[in-house]
């Protein structure tokens, strides 16, 4: 089974006190790329998010977005320096001595040293919580697979159908690779003719063997064949599935060599024409691919 690149995922946990959902959107990429949105008090989580989509994800562009709701989760803690304290408190009375103030060392004064206190977040309630990303991101992949796979059955079906209006064009091509040659030769020997106009003596068989010579060269047959050679090959990848995005990119290249040349040694109208039709549908089997894992 092939798998498409393009998908969506959704899982979700909840209880009384946690509630944390996470996306996934993949399109298609070159290579794996994961970008990952979760709030700063969680990017702890972010390197063991990451790992668990690449242990199952190979090619695509992926965005997982997390949201996470719970009170417990999201309270403040106040740590105070109590070593910075006492020393200013020390140094204030001993400035009090020094001087002979009267004034009082209050908690104010004390409120306006912003150094001896820090909010932090609180540790956290769920001691579990690294359990509870790892399973609810599996999930999340679980559905987005299953998203690409449904894509890839539509993918295949499509490419399909363009593979079999392919051959159905390499088989009009074949059929009609007599009567063009014929035409070409007829072509070819009267063009000889009409250049040496009768000024000079040259044996009959020997136009006609120069003519078969140049009709060969024009030949395509060898290329009819390299061409069924490689939709043949292109179905057979298609039925093993798995990761062969790059291996039908190879095989389209390959293919459109192969019609290329048809349509640069062809010599024929309808021929020609024929190779338009095939550069058509190779397109649009080329879009679809691109989009393969």
């Not at 209050?106 to 306006?112: E, N």
Request: hydrophobic residues 40%; charged residues 30%; contains cysteine.
């Amino acid at each position: 089974m092939i798998k498409s690149m393009t998908g969506y995922g959704k899982a979700s946990f909840r209880n009384d006190e946690l509630y944390l959902s996470i996306e996934m959107k993949s399109v298609n990429h070159r290579f794996l790329d994961v970008s990952i949105r979760l709030p700063n008090q969680f990017l702890q989580y972010e390197d063991s998010l990451r790992r668990t989509v690449k242990n199952r994800l190979k090619r695509g562009k992926v965005d997982l977005y997390v949201t996470i709701e719970g009170e417990k989760l999201f309270q403040k803690d106040i740590h105070v320096n109590w070593a910075l304290l006492s020393n200013y408190i020390e140094i204030l009375n001993q400035i009090k001595r020094m001087h002979h103030l009267s004034s009082e060392i209050s908690i104010d004064h004390l409120l306006q040293l912003t150094e001896l206190f820090t909010v932090v977040d609180k540790e956290e309630a769920y001691s579990d919580l690294y359990v509870i990303f790892e399973k609810t991101c599996e999930q999340a992949v679980d559905d987005l697979i299953a998203m690409r796979e449904k894509e890839g059955e539509v993918l295949s079906r499509n490419i399909l159908e363009h593979l079999a209006n392919i051959d159905a064009i390499i088989e009009n091509i074949r059929l009609r690779i007599p009567e063009s040659r014929m035409l070409y030769e007829s072509r070819l020997y009267d063009k000889i003719k009409e250049l040496l106009n009768d000024k000079i003596e040259i044996d009959e068989s020997r136009i006609l063997t120069e003519v078969a010579i140049f009709s060969e060269k024009a030949n395509i047959q060898e290329e009819i064949t390299r061409l069924e050679s490689h939709s043949s090959q292109f179905r057979t990848v298609l039925q093993e599935g798995g990761l062969v995005g790059r291996k039908l990119d190879f095989l389209i290249q390959e293919m459109n060599r192969e019609i290329n040349t048809i349509g640069s040694k062809g010599n024929d109208f309808v021929i020609n024409n024929e190779v338009i039709e095939l550069k058509s549908e190779l397109e649009m089997i080329k879009e679809q691919i691109q989009n393969i894992e």
